[in-house]
Each structure stands twice: as C-alpha cells, then as structure tokens.
C-alpha cells in the first residue's frame, strides 16, 4: 500500500481537474490579451475563474489577480506595501512560512521598515493582547502579516478578531491563506482584510497557479512589470491551463465542503486517537481549540528509532513530513518547532490529510509506525 500523508506540503490533481485541464490544453490555446477569437475565448477562461473565485470570496472580481504561487503573492504584498501604501511598519509572528519570514528579513534591511515578530505561545499561539499592544505603541502605517492556518501546527487564527484589532489601529491586515483556502468559507466584504494569498496546489489544483486578493482601496502596484496583464497588476502571459486547472479545483474543493471537511476531521481524529494507543508518550502540538482538520503534528518520546523514522516510513511507501526543533548536525530543522520550544529530543512528524485518504490508510500507517517502535 502506498500511503501519501503530505498534503500540506502539495495535493495531486483530482482526475476531474486533470480532465478539464487535457481539455483545455486540447481546445483553448489563445493567448488571452490577444483581440481575436481564440485571445477572447482564453480571455474569458480567465474571467469566468476569477468571477468563481470572487463570488466565493464575497470579494468583486477586480480583486482577484491570478499569481504563480502564494509566494509570488506573499512577496508583492510585503514588497508593495512599503512603496505603494507607506507601509513603515510590519508585526508577523516567528511561525509564519518562509515566503513570508525570508522577505520580512529583505525588507528589513533594503527598505528599513520595522518588523515585529509577535510571541508564540508552546502551543504556537499569538496573544491578541500583544498584537493589541504593538499597534497601539506607534502610530506609524501598520501592516499586520498573520497565516491564516499554519502549515506545520494546523493551528487556525481568528481572522474576525485580528482583523477587528486591525481595524480599530487602522492598520492593513494580510493573511496567508495558503493552507486554508477550500477548507474554510470567506467572507471578504467585510473589509477586514486586505490581502489574503492562495496556491492552487493545495486544493487539488495545479502547481504554479495561485491567487492574490486585494481590497478594492488597497490596489498594489505590480512585481512584475511587462505587458500589463491581469489589469496591470501582474505582468506575463497568463498561465492559461493552471488557472482554469485551478477554477476546477477551486470549484469543487467548495462544491464538497462539508462533505471533505467532515471526512477530514473523522480521519484526524481516529489518527491521533489510534497514535495515543499505540505510542505511550506520543505528544501533539498546536493549539488544542482551533485545529485545521488536515493537520495533525504528532511528537515522538525519545527513542533510538527516531532517526531513522523518517526513512522508515518512506521504505514503507508511507509519505509524510519530517522534522524537528534544532539538534546538532540536523540540516532540517523547523523554525516553527523551535518556536515553540519543541524538544529536540522528540521527533516531530507532520500528518496532512486530504478527503481522498481513506481509513485503511490511517490504520496502516499507525500500525507500521507501532511495528517500527516495537522492533528492538
Ligand atoms: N504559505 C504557506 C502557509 C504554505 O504552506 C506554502 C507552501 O507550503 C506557501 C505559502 C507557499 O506556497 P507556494 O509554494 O505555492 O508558493
């Protein structure tokens, strides 16, 4: 059995996705800025995702603007900000993924803006408190740069109170949504957010397509510059094939909703059910209340299998992430564990699930997981 538990890392295009995309790839090759008929028909592959999206976002379709990745995004928000809106100041917190982290560093430095990261809790929390306190501590233009789920914790934030905090500072909110689009309803009308990113990839679409929201009154200027595409805000030919691939998955990620997400929590939850069974001393990390249903970080007790554990399991065809807090030697160590003050001497396995996971897996891979440790 070949057991794939990484779907935060990527997902695999579901077979209708890949058929809309073969479909597309066979029939509609346009290039979408081109004025004739194949250019319009691209063109509107293109706005019907966008208007999709919009409507699912409670966003208006001008505010959507199709990215390569969450990355690409991430970093025009960050960069942007400081030209465009005056940003001088940006809080985040040490959890946040590297597309994130890496670029406050950059800005940081060329643009002399003043990050501040937030305090995390062990469980990977943020205090409200704090984040009330920072923004109150200067009036300087704000940017508050928070995930919405975090990739390694599953730890979920409540978009609706940072993004109230944020508000009465007049500070603009960004989140990462990378991890959560599909899994959880928006409703971007509110104004409470002012750019949110996302990646096709993680929702059963494919790679190199993803997604920027802007608020209407926050209109960045472009990263790339060239031929004007997506009204100016992202310049290069359309990535035609992953944006309707995206549309497709996007669609039916919503389409599913309840039923994906109820699967999801079923599965998590006999996981870490069967995990304490079977593993005395077995820990999981992240917040205890708000949990996305896809990931579940499970700490292993000292053991001389833990080294090996990784390796373990792929000879096993069992596929998840890996990784722990700071130990010598180890060239993977996790900012997000160290963050938290994760124990090197526990190893730390990241378990995503999607719907199309199915119970025999789970049970075999706690079961192979037990074999392991029982071994001497
Ligand atoms: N943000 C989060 C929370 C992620 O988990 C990821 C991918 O792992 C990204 C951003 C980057 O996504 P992409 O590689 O599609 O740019």
Redesign the pocket.
């Known amino acids: 059995m070949e057991v794939y538990l990484d779907h935060?890392?990527?997902t695999p295009l579901l077979p209708a996705v890949v058929e809309t995309i073969y479909e597309a790839m066979k029939t509609t090759n346009g290039n979408p800025s081109s004025t004739h008929k194949l250019g319009r028909i691209a063109k509107t592959k293109i706005e019907q995702a966008r208007k999709s999206i919009a409507l699912q976002l409670v966003a208006s379709a001008g505010e959507i603007f199709f990215t390569?990745?969450?990355?690409?995004?991430?970093n025009m928000v960050l960069t942007r900000c400081i030209k465009d809106l005056g940003v001088k100041r940006i809080i985040s917190s040490p959890i946040?993924?590297?597309?994130?982290l890496h670029t406050l560093d950059r800005v940081e430095e060329e643009d002399k803006v003043e990050v501040v990261l937030l305090d995390v809790n062990q469980q990977g929390a943020i205090s409200l408190e704090q984040l009330n306190e920072v923004l109150a501590s200067s009036d300087d233009k704000t940017l508050v740069c928070l995930?919405?789920?975090?990739?390694?914790l599953g730890n979920i934030l409540d978009l609706q109170k940072v993004g109230e905090i944020c508000q009465a500072h007049s500070a603009l909110f960004h989140t990462?949504?990378?991890?959560s689009m599909g899994k959880f309803n928006y409703d971007l009308s509110q104004n409470l957010i002012h750019f949110l990113?996302a990646?096709?990839?993680?929702f059963h679409g494919p790679?190199?397509a993803?997604f920027l929201y802007m608020n209407a009154n926050t209109i960045l200027k472009p990263l790339l510059t060239g031929g004007a595409q997506e009204r100016n805000v992202r310049s290069g030919t359309e990535n035609l094939h992953g944006i309707i691939g995206l549309h497709a998955a996007f669609n039916l990620a919503y389409e599913e909703f309840d039923a994906r997400n109820a699967k999801l929590t079923a599965l998590k939850a006999s996981m870490k059910e069967k995990l304490v069974e079977l593993i005395p001393g077995i820990l999981f990390n992240g917040t205890t209340d708000r949990q996305s249903c896809h990931i579940l970080s499970a700490s292993f007790p000292p053991s001389p299998k833990n080294e090996m554990l990784d390796f373990l399991l792929d000879m096993e065809s069992i596929m998840i992430s890996g990784g722990s807090a700071c130990s010598s030697g180890s060239v993977k160590a996790s900012h997000v564990l160290e963050a938290i003050g994760s124990s090197a001497e526990y190893k730390t396995i990241r378990f995503s699930f999607s719907h199309i996971n199915t119970q025999e897996e789970i049970d075999f891979t706690c079961d192979t997981i037990a074999g392991i440790f029982a071994k001497v």
Request: proline share 0%.
């Open positions: 935060a890392a990527t390569s990745c969450a990355t690409e995004a991430n946040e993924h590297h597309c994130i995930m919405h789920v975090n990739n390694e990462d949504a990378a991890q990113t990646s096709g990839h993680k790679k190199g993803g």
